[in-house]
């Protein structure tokens, strides 16, 4: 895993690379940006996507019950399932059934009141990705694990800790479901970067903000966060990965 300092001077050449000049962005100016952007992305979800999310994206996909099908096999019976920015909880219908108890965390409040409305049992907490590392009473408490459609959110320099993370709310061998959105899967490129502080892989549209990074930089951030892949399989844009907490 990159040090902060390595990984701050691999952005800037990344930068550079990808404008052709001498651009060079101060740590200090990136980070108020991309907390500019995360906070956009959180009040969109709060009073604009929280309200219809369901009716627009509320499918689950056959890759993505295949995958979430597993992970309720491979958990302990009657154990712990974490789903981290678990948006409105369509999957816990199915974790339920399948006699497993739930979390759920998401940084957006809205999206959680939609995901209580359904399933007011399931206990919920607002936490974003990037805070689960800070939340010491979920280490090492869950049997299982889905991130679904939310890595994408989620900037490079966080990719380590927010991994590390989702790895360390899990017991030795619990399976985890993850999706991540590629470069090499976009059905279409990825606009040109015109903004300077953004890198490449990075779009910032309609005030949210997406990263599609490489699919040997995801392999290469989950393993060293202590995840081993049992099964991948590209579908819907995504890269769906089964793992292992090593």
Known sequence: TLSAPSLRSVLIRLRRRAYGRWMDVSPEDRRKFLAERRAASVERFDTVHSLHYDSSYGAISPTQALFVAQVTALARREGSVLDAACGTGKHWATLLSAGLRVTGVDQSAGMLAQARGKHPEVATRVLGLQ????????RGQFDGLLCIDALECVPP???????????GVLVPGAPAYVTAEIVE???APLPAATDPRLVPGEVVEGGGYYYCPRRDQ????????????EDQVDAESHWHLLLTRR
């Open 131 to 138: 805070d689960i590392g800070a939340a010491a009473d979920l």
């Open 157 to 167: 320099e966080d990719w380590p800790a927010v991994t590390a993370a989702l790895a």
């Open 185 to 187: 899967l976009q059905s």
């Open 218 to 229: 995801v392999r290469d951030w989950l393993v060293s966060a202590g995840f081993g892949v």
